[in-house]
């Protein structure tokens, strides 16, 4: 490479440092979407627009909630993955993001080149549910039951690859039971039909069932956190109850596209820190069974990588389809 052009290299990137500076500093200039990759009513939409409007305070412009759902979520994320690195489009997703490659293999986009994780938002304990009828109370009855009656009994879940399903796949390896999935368009529909009885079990967000449960129209076996949410004090573990491997954790979180300038990412996950860590939010959420973790992007980063091949490792072990 001769002279003019290494200075012609230099001068290009260093016009590109200048103008990723400047668009940080003058960030944001106009309304931020906020794509939620589901419908409305769900668990990620209401994270949405419970940290929309303190968004929009301290970002000075317009932030506006666009929901975007569909085929479990990969309809927005793909619209994501194509919007202007700006700093302008960010999206909330839920913990079956990670699962995206092994339950959709001819994605369009890439879930660690096209995106740029900004935070964790939130996290909140599976509760392992059952219908009111089923006679079994706690984990231990239930594995009894399941294993005097193997294949008599079904699990609900939102869909092939979503947090319930593989969570329920979990429980049928460590526990070395036979129950069937169903699958179901929605949480709505899946939870009317295990409190109705045609399903008996499932593994739901905390935030989901909780009023259930405080309703008796579902009863609580056990939750799957590490330790017990504050709103379910009631209701043991899974390691409490013999098993001491199984933690999973539902989760929303916050991403960008790929290429969005690193001081708008640190500046948002800022932000939403500060939102989301402020005590009467952390009270309000801890009422809903779901606790604050905003950890920053290199963690979030790493914990997508971990929970993938986490999953994959059990897709392989269980020989799972997604048909």
């Known amino acids: ?7 012609s290299v230099a001068l290009g990137a260093a016009m590109l440092l200048a103008a990723n500076v400047c668009l940080a500093q003058a960030w944001p200039s106009k309304t931020v979407r906020l794509v939620v990759v589901f419908p409305p009513g769900g668990f990620v939409d209401q994270v949405a627009r419970q940290i929309q409007p303190q968004l929009q305070s301290v970002l000075g412009q317009p932030v506006i909630i666009d929901n975007k759902g569909g085929a479990g979520g990969t309809i927005g994320a793909a619209e994501v993955a194509r919007s202007e690195p700006d700093g302008h489009t960010f999206m909330l997703v839920f913990d079956n993001f990670a699962t995206f490659p092994i339950a959709y293999p001819k994605l369009r986009f890439d879930i660690h080149k096209d995106f740029q994780p900004v935070t964790q938002v939130v996290s909140n304990p599976l509760i392992l549910v059952a219908s009111p009828g089923l006679p079994a109370k706690d984990p231990k009855s239930l594995v009894k039951l399941l294993k005097a009656h193997p294949d008599k009994y079904n699990y609900a879940s939102v869909g092939p690859g979503s947090s319930g399903h593989l969570t329920a796949e979990l429980f049928k390896s460590v526990t070395n039971t036979s129950i069937t999935h169903v699958a179901y368009r929605g949480g709505g529909p899946a939870i009317q039909d295990l409190m109705g009885g045609q399903v008996e079990m499932a593994f739901f967000s905390a935030s989901a069932v909780l009023p259930h449960i405080q309703a008796h129209k579902l009863q609580a076996i056990a939750q799957t956190g590490a330790k017990r949410a504050p709103a379910l004090a009631q209701v043991p573990t899974m390691a409490e109850s013999g098993f001491p491997d ?3 954790n539902s989760w929303v979180g916050l991403l960008a596209p790929a290429g969005t300038p690193k001081n708008i990412v640190d500046k948002m996950q800022s932000e939403v820190r500060k939102i989301v860590t402020e005590p009467a939010f952390v009270q ?3 009422e809903q069974g779901v606790v604050p973790v905003a950890n920053t992007p290199e ?3 790493a914990q997508i990588k971990a929970e993938q091949a986490k999953w994959e490792r059990l897709v392989v072990e269980r020989k799972l389809s997604f048909e």
């Open 246 to 248: 199984f933690q999973v």
């Open 1 to 7: 490479m001769n002279l003019l052009s290494k200075k």
């Open 284 to 286: 309000r959420l801890q």
């Open 299 to 301: 963690q979030f980063t």
